[in-house]
Protein backbone atom coordinates (compact mmCIF):
# COMPACT_ATOMS: atom_id res chain seq x y z
CA UNK A 1 0.00 0.00 0.00
CA UNK A 2 2.07 3.29 -1.35
CA UNK A 3 1.59 6.79 -0.09
CA UNK A 4 1.17 9.42 -2.36
CA UNK A 5 4.16 10.48 -4.10
CA UNK A 6 6.93 12.76 -2.58
CA UNK A 7 5.75 16.54 -3.77
CA UNK A 8 8.07 19.04 -5.25
CA UNK A 9 8.52 21.32 -1.65
CA UNK A 10 7.63 24.77 -2.68
CA UNK A 11 10.29 26.81 -3.34
CA UNK A 12 9.03 30.33 -4.44
CA UNK A 13 8.94 33.14 -2.06
CA UNK A 14 5.81 32.85 -0.06
CA UNK A 15 2.73 35.36 -1.03
CA UNK A 16 3.45 38.95 0.74
CA UNK A 17 1.81 39.31 4.22
CA UNK A 18 1.18 42.70 5.92
CA UNK A 19 -0.97 41.58 8.59
CA UNK A 20 -1.29 43.95 11.66
CA UNK A 21 0.37 44.35 15.33
CA UNK A 22 -2.89 43.13 16.70
CA UNK A 23 -3.71 40.38 14.74
CA UNK A 24 -3.68 37.26 17.01
CA UNK A 25 -5.86 33.72 16.45
CA UNK A 26 -7.40 31.56 19.28
CA UNK A 27 -8.93 27.94 19.34
CA UNK A 28 -12.23 26.97 20.46
CA UNK A 29 -12.32 23.36 21.15
CA UNK A 30 -16.30 22.32 21.21
CA UNK A 31 -16.06 18.92 21.61
CA UNK A 32 -14.93 15.71 19.78
CA UNK A 33 -16.64 12.33 18.40
CA UNK A 34 -14.57 9.05 18.16
CA UNK A 35 -13.48 7.03 15.02
CA UNK A 36 -10.68 4.53 14.55
CA UNK A 37 -7.67 5.32 12.09
CA UNK A 38 -8.91 2.67 9.75
CA UNK A 39 -11.79 4.59 8.73
CA UNK A 40 -9.57 8.24 9.36
CA UNK A 41 -6.71 7.44 7.07
CA UNK A 42 -5.29 4.82 4.72
CA UNK A 43 -3.74 2.08 6.24
CA UNK A 44 -4.50 3.29 10.18
CA UNK A 45 -5.01 0.16 12.59
CA UNK A 46 -8.50 -0.27 13.89
CA UNK A 47 -6.93 -0.84 17.68
CA UNK A 48 -6.12 3.47 16.92
CA UNK A 49 -9.04 5.01 17.93
CA UNK A 50 -9.13 8.48 17.22
CA UNK A 51 -11.17 11.41 18.80
CA UNK A 52 -12.16 13.48 15.81
CA UNK A 53 -11.95 17.59 16.87
CA UNK A 54 -14.88 19.80 17.00
CA UNK A 55 -13.13 23.18 16.76
CA UNK A 56 -13.31 26.51 15.66
CA UNK A 57 -10.66 29.21 15.26
CA UNK A 58 -11.15 33.04 16.47
CA UNK A 59 -9.22 35.41 13.64
CA UNK A 60 -8.73 39.08 15.81
CA UNK A 61 -7.96 41.64 13.10
CA UNK A 62 -8.66 45.43 14.04
CA UNK A 63 -11.13 45.24 11.15
CA UNK A 64 -12.99 43.21 12.79
CA UNK A 65 -13.17 39.46 13.71
CA UNK A 66 -13.64 36.44 11.78
CA UNK A 67 -14.67 32.51 13.03
CA UNK A 68 -13.29 29.54 10.67
CA UNK A 69 -15.68 27.13 11.05
CA UNK A 70 -18.45 26.65 14.29
CA UNK A 71 -17.50 23.92 16.25
CA UNK A 72 -20.44 21.69 18.08
CA UNK A 73 -23.58 23.53 18.64
CA UNK A 74 -26.39 23.07 21.57
CA UNK A 75 -28.02 20.95 19.59
CA UNK A 76 -25.36 18.77 18.49
CA UNK A 77 -26.92 15.68 20.12
CA UNK A 78 -29.82 16.41 17.40
CA UNK A 79 -27.81 17.24 14.28
CA UNK A 80 -25.68 13.79 15.11
CA UNK A 81 -29.11 11.85 14.76
CA UNK A 82 -30.23 13.31 11.17
CA UNK A 83 -27.33 11.48 10.10
CA UNK A 84 -27.30 7.87 8.43
CA UNK A 85 -26.73 5.43 11.21
CA UNK A 86 -23.50 4.55 9.78
CA UNK A 87 -21.98 8.03 10.14
CA UNK A 88 -23.16 8.06 13.68
CA UNK A 89 -20.46 8.08 16.19
CA UNK A 90 -19.66 8.52 20.22
CA UNK A 91 -19.71 12.18 20.57
CA UNK A 92 -18.45 14.28 23.66
CA UNK A 93 -19.66 17.92 23.80
CA UNK A 94 -18.18 20.77 25.43
CA UNK A 95 -19.08 24.49 25.88
CA UNK A 96 -20.03 26.02 22.57
CA UNK A 97 -18.33 28.85 20.49
CA UNK A 98 -21.36 30.97 21.82
CA UNK A 99 -20.63 30.16 25.38
CA UNK A 100 -16.83 30.53 25.46
CA UNK A 101 -17.30 33.99 23.72
CA UNK A 102 -19.70 34.97 26.62
CA UNK A 103 -17.61 33.33 29.32
CA UNK A 104 -14.46 35.26 28.06
CA UNK A 105 -16.42 39.23 27.93
CA UNK A 106 -16.12 39.16 24.14
CA UNK A 107 -17.76 42.06 22.38
CA UNK A 108 -19.76 40.26 20.23
CA UNK A 109 -19.81 43.99 17.90
CA UNK A 110 -16.63 43.00 16.74
CA UNK A 111 -17.39 39.51 14.78
CA UNK A 112 -18.16 39.88 11.25
CA UNK A 113 -19.20 36.03 10.84
CA UNK A 114 -18.34 32.83 10.47
CA UNK A 115 -16.35 31.27 7.76
CA UNK A 116 -16.97 27.94 6.86
CA UNK A 117 -14.59 25.89 5.12
CA UNK A 118 -17.66 23.71 4.35
CA UNK A 119 -21.18 22.93 5.41
CA UNK A 120 -21.05 19.34 6.85
CA UNK A 121 -22.77 18.92 10.11
CA UNK A 122 -19.44 19.10 12.34
CA UNK A 123 -18.51 22.18 11.34
CA UNK A 124 -21.38 24.18 11.32
CA UNK A 125 -23.43 23.13 13.83
CA UNK A 126 -22.83 25.80 16.59
CA UNK A 127 -24.23 28.25 13.84
CA UNK A 128 -27.60 27.42 15.94
CA UNK A 129 -26.49 29.37 18.70
CA UNK A 130 -24.44 32.40 16.62
CA UNK A 131 -26.69 35.06 14.94
CA UNK A 132 -23.72 36.69 13.09
CA UNK A 133 -23.40 36.19 8.73
CA UNK A 134 -22.37 33.21 7.40
CA UNK A 135 -19.04 33.47 5.08
CA UNK A 136 -19.74 31.20 2.68
CA UNK A 137 -18.79 31.08 -1.25
CA UNK A 138 -21.16 30.23 -4.23
CA UNK A 139 -19.95 26.75 -4.86
CA UNK A 140 -20.18 25.92 -1.56
CA UNK A 141 -23.66 27.42 -0.82
CA UNK A 142 -24.57 25.56 -3.93
CA UNK A 143 -23.61 21.82 -2.63
CA UNK A 144 -25.22 22.77 0.84
CA UNK A 145 -28.34 23.62 -0.81
CA UNK A 146 -28.63 20.10 -3.04
CA UNK A 147 -26.38 17.77 -1.38
CA UNK A 148 -27.97 15.47 1.02
CA UNK A 149 -24.96 16.34 3.57
CA UNK A 150 -26.82 19.65 3.43
CA UNK A 151 -29.05 18.92 6.19
CA UNK A 152 -27.70 20.17 8.97
CA UNK A 153 -26.31 23.40 7.57
CA UNK A 154 -29.81 24.39 6.06
CA UNK A 155 -31.44 23.74 9.45
CA UNK A 156 -28.58 25.97 11.39
CA UNK A 157 -28.48 28.56 8.69
CA UNK A 158 -32.32 29.61 8.73
CA UNK A 159 -32.26 33.05 9.09
CA UNK A 160 -28.68 33.81 9.15
CA UNK A 161 -27.41 36.73 6.68
CA UNK A 162 -25.60 34.72 4.14
CA UNK A 163 -22.26 36.72 2.70
CA UNK A 164 -21.09 35.20 -0.39
CA UNK A 165 -17.46 36.14 -1.23
CA UNK A 166 -15.67 35.86 -4.61
CA UNK A 167 -12.69 34.19 -5.27
CA UNK A 168 -11.31 37.16 -7.14
CA UNK A 169 -7.73 36.51 -6.65
CA UNK A 170 -4.79 34.96 -8.11
CA UNK A 171 -3.47 31.27 -7.91
CA UNK A 172 -2.45 31.26 -4.05
CA UNK A 173 0.42 28.42 -3.21
CA UNK A 174 -0.76 25.71 -5.48
CA UNK A 175 -4.68 26.66 -5.28
CA UNK A 176 -6.25 27.74 -8.64
CA UNK A 177 -7.86 30.78 -6.95
CA UNK A 178 -8.68 33.09 -3.93
CA UNK A 179 -9.75 35.42 -1.83
CA UNK A 180 -7.56 37.89 0.51
CA UNK A 181 -10.59 39.09 3.32
CA UNK A 182 -8.69 41.87 4.52
CA UNK A 183 -6.47 43.30 2.02
CA UNK A 184 -3.56 42.75 3.80
CA UNK A 185 -2.78 38.99 3.03
CA UNK A 186 -3.05 38.05 6.88
CA UNK A 187 -5.94 35.94 5.74
CA UNK A 188 -6.41 34.25 2.52
CA UNK A 189 -9.17 32.11 1.37
CA UNK A 190 -7.97 29.08 -1.39
CA UNK A 191 -10.61 27.21 -3.31
CA UNK A 192 -10.00 23.64 -2.46
CA UNK A 193 -12.93 22.26 -3.54
CA UNK A 194 -13.10 17.51 -3.73
CA UNK A 195 -14.13 17.31 -0.89
CA UNK A 196 -17.32 19.37 -1.38
CA UNK A 197 -17.25 21.28 -4.00
CA UNK A 198 -16.34 24.76 -2.42
CA UNK A 199 -14.33 23.56 0.27
CA UNK A 200 -11.89 25.84 1.13
CA UNK A 201 -8.28 26.24 3.05
CA UNK A 202 -8.15 29.28 5.03
CA UNK A 203 -4.50 30.60 5.13
CA UNK A 204 -3.55 32.95 8.33
CA UNK A 205 -0.34 35.01 9.10
CA UNK A 206 0.45 36.46 12.37
CA UNK A 207 2.82 39.23 13.07
CA UNK A 208 5.63 36.87 14.17
CA UNK A 209 5.57 35.38 10.88
CA UNK A 210 4.55 32.49 11.68
CA UNK A 211 2.13 30.49 8.88
CA UNK A 212 -0.90 28.69 9.67
CA UNK A 213 -2.70 26.69 6.99
CA UNK A 214 -6.60 25.54 7.92
CA UNK A 215 -7.29 23.27 5.44
CA UNK A 216 -10.68 21.88 6.48
CA UNK A 217 -11.14 17.90 5.36
CA UNK A 218 -8.46 17.42 2.85
CA UNK A 219 -7.47 14.76 5.33
CA UNK A 220 -9.32 14.58 8.58
CA UNK A 221 -6.18 13.92 10.87
CA UNK A 222 -2.23 14.91 10.47
CA UNK A 223 -0.78 11.61 9.14
CA UNK A 224 -2.14 12.47 5.86
CA UNK A 225 0.23 15.18 6.02
CA UNK A 226 3.19 13.48 7.63
CA UNK A 227 2.38 9.64 5.79
CA UNK A 228 0.82 11.08 2.42
CA UNK A 229 -2.13 8.73 2.68
CA UNK A 230 -5.40 9.52 2.00
CA UNK A 231 -8.55 8.62 3.60
CA UNK A 232 -9.75 4.51 2.91
CA UNK A 233 -11.00 4.04 -0.46
CA UNK A 234 -14.77 3.50 0.65
CA UNK A 235 -14.29 6.71 2.59
CA UNK A 236 -13.17 8.48 -0.21
CA UNK A 237 -16.04 7.22 -2.04
CA UNK A 238 -18.55 8.09 0.41
CA UNK A 239 -17.45 11.22 2.08
CA UNK A 240 -16.10 12.94 -1.21
CA UNK A 241 -17.40 14.63 -4.66
CA UNK A 242 -14.29 14.36 -6.10
CA UNK A 243 -11.24 12.15 -4.74
CA UNK A 244 -8.88 13.51 -7.00
CA UNK A 245 -9.24 17.34 -6.62
CA UNK A 246 -9.31 15.99 -2.79
CA UNK A 247 -5.76 13.75 -3.78
CA UNK A 248 -4.10 17.16 -5.26
CA UNK A 249 -5.04 19.85 -2.75
CA UNK A 250 -3.65 17.67 -0.14
CA UNK A 251 -0.09 17.02 -2.54
CA UNK A 252 -0.41 20.98 -2.34
CA UNK A 253 -0.06 21.23 1.72
CA UNK A 254 2.19 18.09 2.18
CA UNK A 255 4.25 20.28 -0.22
CA UNK A 256 4.11 23.31 2.33
CA UNK A 257 4.24 21.59 5.76
CA UNK A 258 7.93 22.83 6.06
CA UNK A 259 6.99 25.90 5.94
CA UNK A 260 3.78 26.45 7.66
CA UNK A 261 1.81 24.99 10.62
CA UNK A 262 -0.57 22.57 8.85
CA UNK A 263 -4.14 22.39 10.49
CA UNK A 264 -6.90 19.67 9.70
CA UNK A 265 -9.98 20.22 11.06
CA UNK A 266 -10.74 17.38 12.79
CA UNK A 267 -6.99 16.34 14.49
CA UNK A 268 -7.10 17.30 18.24
CA UNK A 269 -3.33 17.33 18.50
CA UNK A 270 -2.79 19.49 15.19
CA UNK A 271 -4.18 22.69 17.23
CA UNK A 272 -1.27 22.66 19.78
CA UNK A 273 0.14 25.66 20.09
CA UNK A 274 -2.42 28.06 19.45
CA UNK A 275 -3.90 29.52 22.73
CA UNK A 276 -7.25 28.68 23.72
CA UNK A 277 -9.61 32.23 24.05
CA UNK A 278 -8.75 33.23 27.83
CA UNK A 279 -11.07 34.76 30.17
CA UNK A 280 -9.10 38.13 29.86
CA UNK A 281 -9.55 38.29 26.31
CA UNK A 282 -11.91 41.75 26.77
CA UNK A 283 -9.59 43.54 29.19
CA UNK A 284 -6.35 42.20 26.41
CA UNK A 285 -8.17 43.15 23.33
CA UNK A 286 -9.64 47.06 25.03
CA UNK A 287 -8.49 49.77 22.72
CA UNK A 288 -8.66 47.72 19.39
CA UNK A 289 -10.58 50.03 16.24
CA UNK A 290 -14.41 48.96 15.97
CA UNK A 291 -15.08 46.71 13.40
CA UNK A 292 -15.48 48.09 9.88
CA UNK A 293 -18.42 46.21 7.57
CA UNK A 294 -16.03 45.78 4.72
CA UNK A 295 -13.01 44.23 6.09
CA UNK A 296 -11.12 45.03 2.55
CA UNK A 297 -11.89 49.06 3.47
Given at each position: MSPLPVPVPWSDPLPAAEPPKELAIYQLPTGTYATRAAFAVR??????????????????HPKGDLLIDAGFGS???????????IARAPHQAGRTVTEQLDASGYDRSRLLGVLVTHSHWDHVSGLDELQVPIW???????????????????????????????FDGPAYLGFSSSFDVYGDGSVVVA????????????????????????IGDLTWQFDGVTRRVERPLLLRMLADSDPEQVRQGLLHVIALS??????????????????VLP???????????????????
Open positions: GGSLRDKRHFAATAILVQDVAAHVATLPRINAREREYAAKDGDGKVFRAVSAGHEIHEYELAGGHTTGSVVVFVTLPSAQRYAFDLMHIVPAHDVGAYDGIPDSWAAASAGHAVPSTNPAS
